[in-house]
């Protein structure tokens, strides 16, 4: 079993930056691939960026490519999410999510999910 917890979210001005990061204990990631996912208040948990184990293969919402870079780092057991030119329409709890996978999956649904972080609030004001 793999423990995930996520941290650098935070209040952004619309155009800004942030830089989020999942870390895990318990087990390697590189036994999973890895996924981000947020969700607004009131709407349903959605798939934002997902990485394959040997980070090979990478999948972006449609509303965030060309925003967000979704990168891994299997030595020091961390993924991370880079999110540029944010929108107030970006702002939602993100959460990190693993799947034990074969080495090119990707993971796009949340269904799909075995293991998932607390979340890390991300808030865009405009």
């Known amino acids: 079993q793999v423990q995930l917890v996520e941290s650098g979210g935070g209040l952004v001005q619309a155009g800004g930056s942030l830089r989020l990061s999942c870390g895990a204990s318990?087990?390697?990631?590189?036994?999973?691939?890895m996924g981000w996912f947020r969700q607004a208040p009131g709407k349903e948990r959605e798939f934002v960026a997902g990485?394959?184990?040997?980070?090979?293969?990478?999948r972006y919402a449609d509303s965030v490519k060309g925003r967000f870079t979704i990168s891994r780092d299997n030595v020091k057991n961390t993924v991370a999410l880079q999110m540029n030119s944010l929108e107030p329409e970006d702002t939602a709890v993100y959460y990190c999510?693993?799947?034990?996978?074969?080495?090119?999956?990707?993971?796009?649904?949340?269904?799909?999910?075995?293991?998932w972080g607390q979340g890390t609030q991300v808030t865009v004001s405009s």
């Open positions: 318990g087990r390697t990631l590189s036994s999973y691939a």
């Open positions: 990485i394959s184990r040997n980070a090979y293969n990478i």
């Open positions: 999510a693993a799947d034990q996978t074969t080495l090119t999956t990707v993971r796009t649904t949340p269904d799909t999910m075995d293991y």
